[in-house]
């Protein structure tokens, strides 16, 4: 038989191909080297189609070959990858420094052409105008203001855009702080009352003196210096009014506030600015207070305005605080210049707060209690700022001032006698909240009608002193549908307070409206919380003198 001999076969266990390579195979690469001016090409790529000797159809040869079709090409998978949609996307033209930059390059080339020079060497070759104009105007960039007043946004530097700056809460969260539920100011808008509760009078207190009509009158062009008066004006917090504990010992009701406290949660979704209230729940009664040391009583300006009033420069007379300290000082002086200081009106019973020998700011107070349902009775501390004649009989009035800071963006003088629904709506965009807080407090002490005043500074830069420009009279019910405020919303929204509270054990809550939030967050408490907060500094704000 004929004698044969068999190979020997190299049997890779742990994968396939060879485990060996040939001495004279040694140093050829498996795949293309990274040097692809070497002509080494694949033996065959079936995915590859020819696209013709075109100038800009045909890929480039990196090979040197003729034929292209087997050449490798370096392709990343990133760069290849394509959508099913193949809509050729329109590129935008470039634009005049894109075309600068390719000018300037091609009389760099021919400057540089027929000399021996790497591209390092060219990026390094000095172009002193050049250079200059650009350092000039990477100087002057950052002087240039953008649309918003603001310097410096470039990337990495500060923004001094107020709507993107972060306000501070007015009270930090405790680790010992049980958060219970957040409601959603979306939500809210959403509840609706299918009957608005009645008021009852319990008592009323105080005394009021009568409106001057001399100031409907007055007119941008026979303006009045805004005055200063050394009244003594009364913020009592609920639990701290004598009145309200008797009613609350008598058993008169089960939830007691202040009319300003109830108008905040009316229109809590309208508010920007971050705020808190505190709530007591002694057994079946609740107790919704203002904390000590905040600065709840002070009337805010431009909250709900597209540029806010900045917070970090407290120096400034147009800060938000300054401004806050301003509208409050104005609305006092208004409320009480506005006013014959001849005959008044006495109510039923003295004003609670006023010492012997005390000179008293015009104001009476109404207690008042509505009935919410499942046993709930509401009572709460309203008040009235004057007193009209009309026809013959005496009507209730609330006494407010709308007050301007910057005549560039408002120019009442110009605008307030001819355009007077002009201003108002663009208070009433500004100052959304302030304005409805206004109208519901004046609903729940059941005032016929609101006076209205427009205040503006004598300059721009003096905070100190302000003139009159006009007064308004309006219906609090045909102002409430001119501002499009919902009074069924508004009760609901308050009575969906009261239940989530109710629903809680004995002890002590806040409701707090955080920053850059559209909600508001009910916290329990440690029953000893808020008790020592008041600072020298909190207390000389929330005094009642006009310095």
């Not at 219970?180 to 207190?205: H, S, Y």
């Not at 302000?466 to 102002?479: C, S, W």
Request: with cysteine; charged share 25%; aromatic share 10%.
């Amino acid at each position: 038989m004929a004698h044969f001999s068999i190979a020997s076969i190299d049997d890779n266990s742990e994968g396939w191909g060879p485990v060996s390579v040939p001495e004279k195979f040694k140093d050829i690469p498996y795949y293309a080297p990274f040097n692809k001016g070497e002509k080494l090409g694949k033996a065959a790529d079936w995915q590859q189609q020819f696209q013709g000797k075109g100038k800009y159809n045909q890929p480039k040869d990196t090979s040197g070959g003729v034929n292209t079709i087997f050449n490798w090409y370096y392709q990343d998978d990133d760069a290849t990858f394509q959508l099913v949609d193949n809509t050729k996307i329109t590129k935008p033209r470039f634009g005049a420094g894109a075309r600068r930059f390719q000018k300037g390059f091609q009389q760099m080339r021919q400057q540089t052409k027929g000399q021996n020079l790497t591209w390092q060497q060219q990026n390094q070759r000095p172009n002193t105008r050049n250079q200059n104009q650009q350092q000039s105007q990477y100087q002057k960039r950052p002087q240039q203001a953008n649309k918003y007043g603001n310097r410096n946004t470039r990337w990495g530097q500060q923004d001094n855009n107020p709507m993107n700056r972060k306000r501070e809460a007015t009270v930090q969260v405790k680790e010992d702080w049980n958060l219970i539920e957040e409601l959603e100011f979306n939500a809210l808008n959403k509840l609706n009352l299918d009957n608005e509760p009645v008021a009852e009078d319990i008592m009323a207190c105080g005394s009021l003196e009568y409106y001057n009509n001399a100031f409907d009158r007055v007119t941008s062009k026979t303006d009045t210096a805004l005055e200063r008066t050394e009244r003594a004006f009364f913020n009592v917090t609920t639990s701290d009014d004598p009145i309200i504990r008797q009613l609350s010992m008598d058993g008169s009701g089960t939830v007691f506030a202040t009319d300003a406290v109830l108008a905040h949660l009316m229109c809590c979704a309208r508010s920007v600015y971050p705020w808190d209230i505190i709530v007591q729940k002694v057994g079946s009664k609740l107790f919704f207070d203002k904390r000590d040391g905040s600065t709840f009583d002070f009337q805010t300006v431009n909250e709900t305005a597209a540029e806010q009033p900045t917070e970090d420069t407290r120096d400034s007379i147009n800060s938000a605080a300054a401004l806050m300290r301003e509208a409050t000082f104005v609305n006092q002086n208004f409320s009480q210049q506005v006013l014959s200081k001849g005959e008044s009106l006495s109510l039923a019973h003295p004003n609670p707060f006023q010492s012997e020998g005390q000179d008293v700011a015009s104001v009476a107070y109404k207690y008042r209690k509505w009935k919410l349902g499942n046993d709930v009775v509401l009572v709460s501390r309203c008040e009235i700022d004057g007193v009209a004649k009309s026809k013959g009989k005496d009507v209730f009035l609330t006494i407010k001032a709308l007050n301007e800071h910057d005549p560039k963006s408002a120019d009442w003088r110009k605008k307030i006698d001819a355009q007077r629904g002009a201003v108002l709506a663009s208070e009433l965009k500004n100052n959304s909240g302030k304005l409805a807080k206004w109208t519901v407090q004046s609903l729940l002490a059941g005032t016929d009608s609101i006076k209205l005043g427009f205040v503006s500074r004598v300059s721009p830069k003096d905070f100190a002193n302000h003139q009159i420009l006009a007064t308004q009279d309006y219906k609090p019910k045909e102002f409430a549908q001119q501002i499009s405020l919902n009074t069924k919303n508004s009760w609901a929204i308050l009575k969906r307070f009261i239940d989530l509270c109710m629903k809680q054990p004995t002890g002590k809550y806040i409701l707090l409206k955080e920053p850059e939030r559209t909600s508001v967050k009910l916290y329990a408490v440690p029953e000893g919380a808020f008790d020592n907060l008041t600072t020298e500094e909190d207390s000389e704000k929330l005094s009642n003198k006009n310095e």
